[in-house]
């Protein structure tokens, strides 16, 4: 690049780093995920592809979710990144477990143990602010 003098050029330069910088393909631009932390339990069954509804609270930082959105699960040094199907927002987990079907929530467990432990996970305040059904899809799982 050096042996040729119209690279020393001013305008050249900037023509040629513009077209660098706006020529990146998109396919290289990992894409922006949310990060949410799980218990190895839960993120072991989200890294096979088992579980296919996560289960949180209506937080405020998660009311703005949407279909298409990016989460990365970690647990620990392992992550798991995947796309959000669909969003659905229940009043209990009750409710959500009835809709949904405890087994794509956990397979591994029975529809009452999963309300216990979900439940112990958020207690009654948490579910008062509502519950959020989010159906994902498995696109990598790596452990570090």
């Given at each position: 690049?050096?042996?040729?003098?119209?690279?020393?050029?001013?305008?050249?330069?900037?023509?040629e780093l513009n077209r660098l910088m706006?020529?990146?393909?998109?396919?290289?631009?990992?894409?922006?995920?949310?990060?949410?932390?799980?218990?190895?339990?839960?993120?072991?069954?989200?890294?096979?592809?088992?579980?296919?509804?996560?289960?949180?609270?209506?937080?405020?930082?998660?009311?703005?979710?949407?279909?298409?959105?990016?989460?990365?699960?970690?647990?620990?040094?392992?992550?798991?990144?995947?796309?959000?199907?669909?969003?659905?927002?229940?009043?209990?987990?009750?409710?959500?477990?009835?809709?949904?079907?405890?087994?794509?929530?956990?397979?591994?467990?029975?529809?009452?143990?999963?309300?216990?432990?979900?439940?112990?996970?958020?207690?009654?305040?948490?579910?008062?602010?509502?519950?959020?059904?989010?159906?994902?899809?498995?696109?990598?799982?790596?452990?570090?």
């Open positions: 690049m050096i042996a040729d003098p119209k690279h020393f050029y001013r305008s050249y330069t900037t023509q706006t020529s990146r393909p998109a396919a290289h631009v990992a894409p922006r995920a949310r990060e949410m932390n799980l218990y190895r339990r839960y993120f072991d069954l989200v890294a096979n592809g088992t579980k296919t509804i996560e289960v949180r609270v209506q937080y405020p930082n998660l009311r703005n979710l949407a279909v298409g959105n990016h989460i990365r699960f970690v647990c620990g040094r392992d992550d798991a990144l995947t796309r959000v199907k669909r969003v659905a927002r229940y009043t209990s987990f009750e409710e959500m477990l009835d809709a949904e079907g405890p087994q794509r929530v956990d397979p591994t467990s029975p529809r009452d143990l999963q309300l216990t432990n979900i439940r112990h996970i958020y207690g009654p305040e948490k579910e008062a602010l509502g519950v959020l059904a989010i159906e994902i899809e498995l696109l990598d799982a790596s452990a570090s």
